[in-house]
């Protein structure tokens, strides 16, 4: 008789949400256009990009207060949307957190939390405390919301959507109506509790900065559809476009021609491999890849491999923002504009004549 035959292949757990090809029409209009995606539990995906780009629309159909057209979610492998079903908000185990904290001004803190329980008095009061703690409001239960900042209501909402600890966590802008200088220290509270509580985070934001210190993986979306995806250091690093590259940061762009694989340029020869010969290309480097040196009776420093060929520009102003100075150049050649950032204090006069190599390295070749 032969002998059964085991599998030493654990078994491999389905993420937490799937979403597959979920497409959303307004009017005729597509404003969710196949977005697929998928994160594990105690994952934190933001989903990024600018204003009506279908973001929201994604998390609303998510959550289930929105149906799409097409397309599937799945949560730990059990489908809830797809043809013919969509499971209500209240059996697809989501918390949510949206831009208004939409708090119950009637209840106090404390109620406000345990609103979502279910179970004894006792189990709600000790879950609503342990809750309280961690997000740093112990003592604030009998506390109505008037009666507390703008951050400590924030708190209070992540809290009372934490509270039945949900599989998924969908926050939309949550952060939008803070103060600037309370940001980032609730940022890192509310990222530290969930973590602590190990739901599926899907985060929608515009802001690239909450994006690089929030997420373990961002999905960057243009016009209805996801463009690119992967850790916040790649994404940022290896943009698929140029659109990408200056969702993050401002860009200062290089044109040239590519011929034989080589684009000229006024810093030497860039290779651009890929682009058909007499190709139109566009080299895009960060302002602070740019380095500056002075200028030497006409010459600048010595061309180096990492560096290449420095070119010569003029001083058009210069700008102190605090961590960091602008310095905005023309550029001998053919009078282009250029953006280098410098760390600290650096604030030449507007007609200072100086040199700039930037770091082949840093840069991105697209077709223009």
Known sequence: MPHPVFSSVPAVAPPRLEVQSLSRTFGGRPVVDGVSLTIAAGQVTCLLGPSGCGKSTTLRMIAGVDTPDAGHIRIDGAEVCGPGLSLPPEARGVGLMFQDFALFPHLTVAQNVAFGLRG??????????ELLDRVNLSGYGAKHPHELSGGEQQRVALARALAPRPRIMLM???????????????RDTTL???KEEGAAVLLVTHEPDEALRMA???????????????SPYNIYNSPADKAAAAFFSDVNVIRGV????????????????????????EIIIRPQHLKIDFDRGGRGPNPTPMDGTPA?????????????????????????KLTAAVPGVFLPKPGTVLWLMIRRDRCFVFPA
């Open 120 to 129: 004894d008095r006792e189990a709600k009061s000790r879950r609503v405390g």
């Open 172 to 186: 939309d802008e949550p952060f939008s109506g803070l103060d600037n200088r309370l940001r980032d220290g609730i």
């Open 192 to 194: 530290e509790v969930l």
């Open 216 to 230: 373990d993986e961002i999905a960057l979306m243009r016009g209805g559809r996801i463009v690119q995806c992967g």
């Open 258 to 281: 590519s011929r034989g694989a080589l684009t000229l340029t006024p810093f030497g020869e860039f290779l651009t491999p890929g682009h058909a010969d007499g190709a139109p290309v």
């Open 312 to 336: 010569r520009g003029t001083v058009v102003r210069s700008r102190f923002l605090g961590r960091e100075s602008l310095v905005e150049f023309s550029m001998d050649y053919a009078g282009e």
